[in-house]
């Protein structure tokens, strides 16, 4: 019950301060700037936590010898499984739009088009104005986290390459992130207040419409959930070694499930994942590699609920032009930065903001929903590096 605690807390805020928006009407907004206290301190902590996280996993990474024999294979299988996860949400979200009839009045600040003429019309210039930027202190901005991504995976594997003489900025790289993991988590603990007083003004002003959008949005998810935990992760199974291998996985996934269920962190089942993925038959060294690995970069479920939050703003601004392909890249990317801790921060919502190029302050929007999901979000995580585990194993012994 403590895992859930935090998460309990903040849907607990928000729905005393949606309670209050919709019975003082525009009246509410007067707590609007407790809310925005929060979210501006939040906007300045994301750059060191993209940078200190993503900095310290690659070059640790990188060190890790033995990752290197699975790496390539295991990235290939990450990928393919991310993008069946996105397609999948995609698809259900065009049956089902999160939001429904309902749309706010507010104009986006940019447009896909305008966003594309900004790349001059090229996929080369694009792809420059995306993952790059002409100075360092842009760097320094919640605008340019895709550079700043870039940036701390090269600056992390340039730590790595330098042997001892990297080992000081390796500590130095660690330490910053515990630090500004454990500045973000006490952060969270006045989310429940700070947050409710956003969604006092949020309700106040556009009315109790969007709650119900939330709840559509949850439902959405879970269907997800039933659709890849139950049938596509059992297509996977069947491919990989057909009935026998499906009556193993399915007899060997309970204590991780349950633990991604019960802590709802990604992290805290790695054990009893690679215990699993062994009794599955994986060799050991594939195991304890792409299990831990997976949890850097293999997050279906974050996968699912980041191409969820971006229809969602798609459809709150009335963007236009966004196709399945760029959805989905969104949400890989925004996955990346999701941390294996419960409610770990708004990282991922405000890439998604940057990157479709709306108001950040909507971060606190998606952050019901990431709440919302976390559960089976977890559980997705969880199961899918069991899957990807055992796929990897496969490649590698059909490899030798």
Sequence with gaps: MRSYIQTLLLLLGVAAGAACGAFFGPAAGVVKPVGEIFLNLTFVLVVPVVFFSVAYSVCKLTKERKVWRVLSRSVLVFLAGSV??????????????????????????????????????????????????????LLLSKDNLVPLIVFSALFGAAVSLCGEKGEPM?????????????????????????????????????????????????????????????????????????????VSYWRSITEPSLLAVATCSSAATIPASIKSAKRMGVDESVAESVIPLGINLNKDGSVASSVLKAVFVVSFYGLGGYSCAEIVGIAILASLVVGAIPVGGMTAEILICSLLGVDAEFAATLLVISTLVDIPATLLNTTDNLVSAVWVDKLCRRAR
């Design 84 to 137: 069946v996860a996105g397609v999948v949400t995609w698809i259900l979200c065009e049956f089902w739009n999160p939001l429904g009839g309902f749309a706010t009045k507010l104009p986006p600040e940019r447009t896909w088009a305008e966003g594309a003429a900004i790349g001059g019309g090229d996929l080369l210039k694009t792809i420059q104005n995306m993952f790059t930027v002409n100075d360092f202190h």
């Design 170 to 246: 390796e500590k130095f790289l660690k330490s910053g992130m515990d630090v500004v993991m454990e500045f973000m988590k006490s952060l969270m603990y006045a989310a429940p207040v700070c947050l409710g007083c956003y969604f006092a003004d949020l309700i106040g002003g556009l009315g109790g419409q969007i709650v119900s959008s939330y709840v559509r949005s949850l439902l959405l998810y879970l269907a997800v959930t039933g659709i890849l935990f139950f049938g596509v992760n059992s297509i996977y199974m069947i491919m990989a070694g057909g009935k026998d291998r499906l």
